[in-house]
């Protein structure tokens, strides 16, 4: 005679307690929206529209209109405003809700589901890239690498050319990265250290200003001297609280600047 008790454990059904565990495993499986609910709720409203342009940016590649809609039709379930937002974006009527398959229960948000509320400002362990050229100014490169490297994070030293850049004091500093092989994408803030006829010449170098540009958009710190002005303003950077001169470009490179966003791009 068969043991059901042991049924009851391969097969997950029977009488037993075993298949009434898996019956309660299999109900639960089918609530789909009681935690996306509060984990979206939960985050901050640059982070909310950064799910929902990845939501935009993904069905923008599905060729079939059913399917978009219907899922925001599932996004409906969770969040009204959250499905309004994609289908605005993707250009479609906004459609009835799909209904779930278990209803959601309604969950309180927690801060301690967003990873931006509780990021703190932290430079350690990073790496900033620091963009010289001849006749950088030796004194304030030194003391920014020196700050950089105080504050346990690496400085990499970026130049047009690898072989590096002769300084104000006539001293040649090689450099870690040639500037055209080397993108800000790399790095978790940069710094320009450019003397005013270098600044001019780099005007001309599309690699200088993309440089520039990508570490903006990217909300990244940026630093710089003075003598650099006419570069950041080609790159189309705003002077905000995250672009500073180099005394206090420790200071504030240990955050990202989600404040600089809507200047940027446009987010659902």
Same mark, same amino acid.
Not at 249 to 258: K, L, N, S
């Given at each position: 005679?068969?043991?059901?008790?042991?049924?009851?454990?391969?097969?997950?059904?029977?009488?037993?307690?075993?298949?009434?565990?898996?019956?309660?495993r299999l109900e639960l499986f089918a609530d789909h929206y009681s935690r996306a609910r509060p984990f979206f709720l939960s985050q901050p409203s640059s982070e909310q529209a950064h799910i929902a342009s990845a939501f935009v940016f993904e069905l923008s590649k599905v060729g079939i209109a059913a399917v978009q809609a219907l899922m925001v039709a599932n996004f409906r379930n969770f969040d009204d405003g959250l499905a309004q937002r994609v289908a605005d974006r993707l250009n479609i009527p906004l459609?009835?809700?799909?209904?779930?398959?278990?209803?959601?229960?309604?969950?309180?948000?927690?801060?301690?589901?967003?990873?931006?509320?509780?990021?703190?400002?932290?430079?350690?362990?990073?790496? @900033?890239?620091? #963009?010289? +050229?001849? $006749?950088?100014?030796?004194?304030?490169?030194?003391? =920014? /690498? *020196? !700050?950089?490297?105080?504050?346990?994070?690496?400085?990499?030293?970026?130049?047009?050319?690898?072989?590096?850049?002769?300084?104000?004091?006539?001293?040649?500093?090689?450099?870690?990265?040639?500037?055209?092989?080397?993108?800000?994408?790399?790095?978790?803030?940069?710094?320009?250290?450019?003397?005013?006829?270098?600044?001019?010449?780099?005007?001309?170098?599309?690699?200088?200003?993309?440089?520039?540009?990508?570490? @903006?958009?990217? #909300?990244? +710190?940026? $630093?710089?001297?003075?003598?650099?002005?006419?570069? =950041? /303003? *080609? !790159?189309?950077?705003?002077?905000?609280?995250?672009?500073?001169?180099?005394?206090?470009?420790?200071?504030?490179?240990?955050?990202?600047?989600?404040?600089?966003?809507?200047?940027?791009?446009?987010?659902?």
């Amino acid at each position: 005679m068969p043991d059901d008790r042991f049924q009851d454990r391969r097969c997950g059904g029977g009488p037993g307690r075993a298949g009434r565990q898996a019956a309660g495993r299999l109900e639960l499986f089918a609530d789909h929206y009681s935690r996306a609910r509060p984990f979206f709720l939960s985050q901050p409203s640059s982070e909310q529209a950064h799910i929902a342009s990845a939501f935009v940016f993904e069905l923008s590649k599905v060729g079939i209109a059913a399917v978009q809609a219907l899922m925001v039709a599932n996004f409906r379930n969770f969040d009204d405003g959250l499905a309004q937002r994609v289908a605005d974006r993707l250009n479609i009527p906004l459609p009835k809700t799909n209904p779930a398959a278990r209803e959601p229960v309604d969950l309180p948000p927690s801060d301690a589901l967003s990873i931006q509320k509780n990021a703190k400002p932290m430079i350690k362990g990073r790496h @900033f890239g620091i #963009l010289i +050229a001849d $006749g950088s100014d030796a004194a304030a490169f030194v003391k =920014l /690498k *020196k !700050a950089i490297t105080d504050a346990g994070a690496k400085a990499v030293i970026v130049a047009p050319k690898v072989g590096g850049a002769k300084l104000s004091d006539g001293k040649v500093m090689k450099a870690d990265r040639q500037l055209a092989g080397s993108p800000s994408q790399l790095y978790d803030g940069v710094a320009v250290v450019l003397s005013e006829d270098r600044t001019t010449a780099l005007l001309k170098e599309s690699a200088a200003v993309e440089w520039l540009t990508n570490a @903006f958009v990217h #909300l990244k +710190a940026i $630093g710089h001297t003075t003598e650099s002005h006419p570069l =950041l /303003k *080609k !790159a189309g950077v705003e002077h905000d609280e995250g672009v500073v001169l180099l005394d206090d470009f420790v200071a504030a490179a240990g955050t990202r600047y989600f404040d600089r966003e809507p200047k940027v791009r446009t987010l659902a």
